[in-house]
């Protein structure tokens, strides 16, 4: 004799579906860590800059109404 057995899911669910979207959700927060990253990393380019000297900055040929734009200029 043979048994078979059949399990439905009253849900409508799939554990597939549920680790998908799992894996996306950490995609997604993994490239936000890495933008917030990159972010930091150019706020602290513009903190540092500000901190110079009007002199410190003529001799790097910046003027100091321009650092942002500078920093940020691969993307503004």
Sequence with gaps: MAYTSTSH???GVSVNGILR???SGLARFGHALIANSAGAQRLARVEALQAKSDEELAAMGIRRDRIVHIVFKDIL
């Design 9 to 11: 899911n009253a849900t």
């Design 21 to 23: 979207a799992v894996g």
